[in-house]
C-alpha cells in the first residue's frame, strides 16, 4: 500500500524496460520470476547473483548493479494518500511497522532510498528473517518482535490470503484495494 506500483495488476515499473534496457522483459521476468522466486524472498538466494545470470545469458553489458539500481528506482513509486495516514498515526504516536515480501537488497532500498526506514519503528522482510507472508511462522515473528499481543496489530496487505493468515492467528486485518482505501481513515481510526 506504501508503493502505488501495481496497475491493472501489472508492475508498471517495467512498461519501458524493453526500450530502456534494450532486453527483453519477458525473458527477464521469466528468469527472475520464474526460477527461485522463493528462495530469493527468503533471503536463500540473493537476487543479484540471479539479475547477473541473467545478464550473463542475455549479455547486457551493465551488469546487475545498474539493472538492479534501474528496476529499484524505476519501482519506488509512493502513494502520497499512505505519507499522510503515516504522518497522522505518528502525530497519534502510533506504532508503525512494514511487513514486506521483499529480498534484503530491495529492503534496504525501501528503508534507505525511498525513506522508509526514518517513519517506521521496524521493517519486517522476508529476505532477512527467512521466511514469508502468508506462511504463520512470519506474522509470530513480527508479534514476537514487537512484543504486543496479535489483537493489538492491525495488517493492511494487498493479498486476501496475508490477512486471512494473519487474522486467523488473533491480528486485525484490512484488504487494501482501490475500493477498501478509503476505509483506512476509519479502520486506523484517524
Same mark, same amino acid.
Given at each position: 500500500? %506504501?508503493?502505488?506500483?501495481?496497475?491493472?495488476?501489472?508492475?508498471? $515499473?517495467?512498461?519501458?524496460? +524493453?526500450?530502456?534496457? #534494450?532486453?527483453?522483459?519477458?525473458?527477464? +521476468?521469466?528468469?527472475?520470476? #520464474?526460477? &527461485?522466486? /522463493?528462495?530469493?524472498?527468503? #533471503?536463500?538466494?540473493?537476487?543479484?547473483?540471479?539479475?547477473?545470470? $541473467?545478464?550473463?545469458?542475455?549479455?547486457?553489458?551493465?551488469?546487475?548493479?545498474? %539493472?538492479?539500481?534501474? $528496476?529499484?528506482? /524505476?519501482?519506488?513509486?509512493?502513494?502520497?494518500?499512505?505519507?499522510?495516514?503515516?504522518? /497522522?498515526?505518528?502525530?497519534?504516536?502510533?506504532?508503525? *511497522?512494514?511487513?514486506?515480501?521483499?529480498?534484503?537488497?530491495?529492503?534496504?532500498?525501501?528503508?534507505?532510498?525511498?525513506?522508509?526506514?526514518?517513519?517506521?519503528?521496524?521493517?519486517? =522482510?522476508?529476505?532477512?528473517?527467512? *521466511? =514469508?507472508?502468508?506462511?504463520?511462522?512470519?506474522? +509470530?515473528?513480527?508479534?514476537?518482535?514487537?512484543? *504486543?499481543?496479535? &489483537? +493489538?496489530?492491525?495488517?493492511?496487505?494487498?493479498?486476501?490470503?496475508? *490477512?486471512?493468515?494473519?487474522?486467523?492467528?488473533? $491480528?486485525? #486485518?484490512?484488504?487494501?484495494?482501490?475500493?477498501?482505501?478509503?476505509?483506512?481513515? =476509519?479502520?486506523?481510526?484517524?
Amino acid at each position: 500500500m %506504501l508503493n502505488r506500483n501495481i496497475v491493472d495488476g501489472r508492475f508498471i $515499473w517495467s512498461d519501458s524496460f +524493453e526500450t530502456d534496457i #534494450g532486453q527483453s522483459h519477458e525473458v527477464f +521476468e521469466e528468469f527472475i520470476f #520464474g526460477r &527461485n522466486l /522463493k528462495a530469493i524472498m527468503t #533471503g536463500k538466494e540473493d537476487l543479484r547473483d540471479h539479475v547477473g545470470a $541473467w545478464a550473463q545469458e542475455v549479455g547486457y553489458s551493465d551488469g546487475p548493479d545498474a %539493472l538492479l539500481a534501474y $528496476w529499484f528506482a /524505476k519501482d519506488a513509486l509512493i502513494d502520497p494518500n499512505s505519507l499522510r495516514l503515516m504522518d /497522522k498515526l505518528s502525530a497519534k504516536g502510533v506504532r508503525q *511497522v512494514i511487513t514486506t515480501n521483499n529480498e534484503a537488497r530491495r529492503a534496504a532500498y525501501i528503508e534507505k532510498e525511498m525513506g522508509f526506514g526514518r517513519r517506521v519503528e521496524h521493517m519486517f =522482510a522476508s529476505g532477512r528473517m527467512g *521466511v =514469508a507472508k502468508p506462511d504463520q511462522k512470519y506474522f +509470530e515473528i513480527v508479534s514476537d518482535t514487537l512484543d *504486543v499481543c496479535p &489483537n +493489538e496489530i492491525i495488517l493492511i496487505d494487498d493479498s486476501v490470503k496475508n *490477512v486471512e493468515v494473519a487474522t486467523a492467528l488473533g $491480528w486485525q #486485518g484490512l484488504h487494501f484495494t482501490n475500493e477498501t482505501q478509503s476505509d483506512l481513515e =476509519a479502520v486506523l481510526r484517524l
